[in-house]
Structures are given as structure tokens and as C-alpha cells.
């Protein structure tokens, strides 16, 4: 199975400030990754699918980068609603795996 | 809209069966490959299983492979996961989602369904 590592794990940030997230595959994925939001209590959304395509109706603040092994989440100035949890994910082959995760908090 | 609703979740004890479904709508579900996510307590997303659009694929986790089967009928809109033989590493939220139009990414989610394996 492709293993996917996140870092950092959490991050302390405030509004206003640019963050970046990186997801590294333990094989190359070509494109295949989709970063996704995760608040407590709610389901999922996705973010970015394809690498660097963004969901419909995600703000543009939200972008992605990347191929084969190494991939960037940015955050291009947090809002208050960004503090969350956010998850990469392969989709190059089965079994389809996520990263560990990585936690976004207020400073 | 696209709109997934899972039930049948609840408290089962280890090694007992439980059946979830997923009642799906907004989108011409027969076209979809669908999955099962599942997040534990305290822990990150685990994907459970994928069927394809036809029902003809399947694939699981390592984790649930010969223990749980995910099912469809699409005459119903329905998606289903058979859980056997429960183990409390099984106790999460589990989620359907619908897979993006490029890709096996999770385009949609259902709220979940909260199973709790315990004696």
C-alpha cells in the first residue's frame, strides 16, 4: 500500500497568515491526491482533487501543488473558519489511503 | 443537490454482525462508484471499500477484507456494508461518500453513522 506522511502534524496560526501543508507519497501517484477539510462533528469536504484543482465552491484562498511523491496544501490568508483539520489522499491505486492528518489551530 | 444519508448504526458486541446503508440522491447514483470511510474515535480517515458503478468491483482494506461486503442496488439508490465478525478496532464513524468525476476521490459525504463494538 502507498503510505502517505503529512507535515507539520498540527500548526498554530493565526488569521491572516499564509500556511503550507505537504503530503509526501511513499511511491510516486502521478496526480492522484485530494486534500480535504475536516471539522469535528461534520463530514469531509474536499478542497483540491487532481493535485491543483480546485472543488467548485471552495475559496480560491485554498490551492495545490505538486506530482508524483510531493504535494503542498496553501492557505493563502487563514480565516477564522479554516481552523480545522486537513487530510491528503491518494487515489493512484488500491487500497486508497489518507495521511495522518494534519491539525490547524488558532495561535 | 447530491445527498447521502447513512443508517443503521448503533452498539454491537464484538463478534456480531451489523448492516449499514446509505440512501442516496440528487445525481444518477447507477453511474457512481461509491465507498465506505470510516474514522475512528481520536483517530484520522480510514478508507473501508469501493464498489464500482455496476456492482461487478470490489475492493477492501486490508483491515475488513473477508469480513465486511459492500453491496448496491441501484434500482433503490441504495448502498450497503455488511459488517461481520465486529471487533472494537471496527468502532468509528463510518462514512458513504460518492467518488469525483476524474478520479476516486470523495467528491461527496454523508454525515456518518456512529458504530460502537463493545460488550
Known amino acids: 500500500a502507498i503510505q502517505l506522511t503529512q507535515s507539520p502534524s498540527s500548526l498554530s496560526a493565526s488569521v491572516g497568515d499564509r500556511v503550507t501543508i505537504t503530503c509526501r507519497a511513499s511511491?510516486?501517484?502521478?496526480?492522484?491526491l485530494a486534500w480535504y477539510q475536516h471539522k469535528p462533528g461534520k463530514a469531509p469536504e474536499v478542497l483540491i482533487y487532481?493535485?491543483?484543482s480546485l472543488e467548485s465552491g471552495v475559496p480560491s484562498r485554498f490551492s495545490g501543488s505538486g506530482s508524483r511523491t510531493d504535494f503542498t496544501l496553501t492557505i493563502s490568508s487563514l480565516q477564522p473558519e479554516d481552523f480545522a483539520t486537513y487530510y491528503c489522499q491518494q487515489f493512484n491505486s488500491f487500497p486508497i489511503t489518507f495521511g495522518p492528518g494534519t491539525r490547524l489551530e488558532i495561535k | 443537490q447530491v445527498q447521502l444519508e447513512e443508517s443503521g448504526g448503533g452498539v454491537v458486541q464484538p463478534g456480531r454482525s451489523l448492516r449499514l446503508s446509505c440512501a442516496a440522491s440528487g445525481f444518477t447514483f447507477s453511474t457512481y462508484g461509491m465507498h465506505w470511510v470510516r474514522q475512528a474515535p481520536g483517530k484520522g480517515l480510514e478508507w473501508v471499500a469501493v464498489i464500482s458503478y455496476d456492482g461487478r468491483t470490489q475492493y477492501y482494506a486490508d483491515s475488513v477484507k473477508g469480513r465486511f461486503t459492500i453491496s448496491r442496488d441501484n434500482s433503490k439508490n441504495t448502498l450497503d456494508l455488511q459488517m461481520n465478525s465486529l471487533r472494537a478496532d471496527d468502532t468509528a464513524v463510518y462514512y458513504c461518500?460518492?467518488?469525483?468525476?476524474?478520479?476516486?476521490?470523495?467528491?461527496?459525504w454523508g454525515q456518518g453513522t456512529l458504530v460502537t463494538v463493545s460488550s
Open positions: 461518500a460518492k467518488r469525483g468525476n476524474s478520479g476516486q476521490y470523495f467528491q461527496h
Open positions: 487532481d493535485a491543483s
Open positions: 511511491q510516486g501517484i502521478s496526480s492522484a
